[in-house]
């Protein structure tokens, strides 16, 4: 992607790439840069980060090196006030530093002294992908000084991919190819629990795994009107024949009506489908292995939980900060050590403190301590 290549060029590029990636997982890593370059930034990691076990893990990342990942994982994920205050917020959303606390605060803490700054990374925006009762997985663009702070233009970047990435990390925890040749692709499909079709840009179903027939049997959701997939439901049905003949034309097509069709079954249960082109990229193989244009994933649309940490702050209504000072209180320990690596005072620190205690009807560190691990444990009493 020169600086010659047209904006709508580099789009359709890179959402190719990133819906190929779902597929092959080995292309993660070019595609990574790819968005650094695009967005632009100094780094982008493809990440997840669990707050109950205090672990993290970075999937695919570009420009932070080895080292200072290992230091992240071993010392900083203790310190990053951005967490757990990141998983309040929805996913999909693009949030800056600004979002979770003033520039000037976090530039205070240690984590940005010590972890951040010398790496040469002055800003950072990031989007949810998925959230769960114990984890969250984003996805992180850092600028450089040579980029600045980020700008409008950075953020309208950032939304033109991220349901993008978003569909593809779905989609391949759905089904992963990279390690299937086409000739197996059947029997792989049949080890999928979710319902899974090949079909032609006219709907003919050309394979169905074990799941799939069990859904075409029930009839509820979809069925087979001859050799077509067909939904239940006329409309839906309607825009799937549509988003079958948009696979035949390639991602772009596809990728302009979008990928994802939710879907009702006759009791009323909600179910999704997601659409993905077999006729660019490294889909080819399959495409062509069963004469097919679109694969069709059919899953059931499950509530997603609160976070525990989520689940507090809304119990008590605890402010970003206050639950920082929370956190912080379990992780490390009292007011003096907690002021230095938040940046703040401990006079802050006391206020906040002081407020999560009225809030939470408790008096002292240690019943904060019992709060918290009640809401981790599901065992709790």
Sequence with gaps: MG??????????????DIYDAALDAGLWPSVVE??????????VNLFSQDATRKTAQAFYTYGISQDYLDLYFQKYIHLNPMFPTTLFFEAGRILTEHDIMPKAEFNETRFFKEWVRP?????????????????VAGIAVGRGEQHGLVDDEALRRM??????VRRAVTIGKVIDLHKVEAAALAD??????????????????????????ALLGDGSVVQSVGPRLAARDAQADRALC????????????LGARGVSLPLSSRGGERFVAHVLALTAGARRKAGIAHSAAAAVFIRKAELDLPHPLEAIANAYKLTPAEMRVLMMIVQIGGVPEIAPVLGVSETTVKTHLQHVYEKTGTQRQADLVKLVAGYMSPLAE
Excluded at 34 to 43: D, E, M
Excluded at 119 to 135: C, Y
Excluded at 159 to 164: A, G, T
Excluded at 242 to 253: I, N, Q
């Design 3 to 16: 600086s010659e290549t047209s904006e709508p060029e580099q789009i359709s590029q890179l959402l190719g």
């Design 34 to 43: 790819g968005i650094a370059r695009f967005v632009p930034g100094a780094f």
């Design 119 to 135: 790496q040469g990374f002055v800003d950072s925006m990031a989007a949810i992908l998925e959230k769960s009762a114990i984890s």
């Design 159 to 164: 939304r033109l991919i991220v349901p993008h």
């Design 188 to 213: 792989t499909l049949d080890g999928i629990a979710a319902a899974t079709f090949l079909v032609d840009a006219n709907g003919r179903i050309v394979h169905a795994n074990v799941a799939g027939h």
């Design 242 to 253: 549509d988003l079958f003949a948009s696979a035949e034309k390639g991602d772009a097509a």
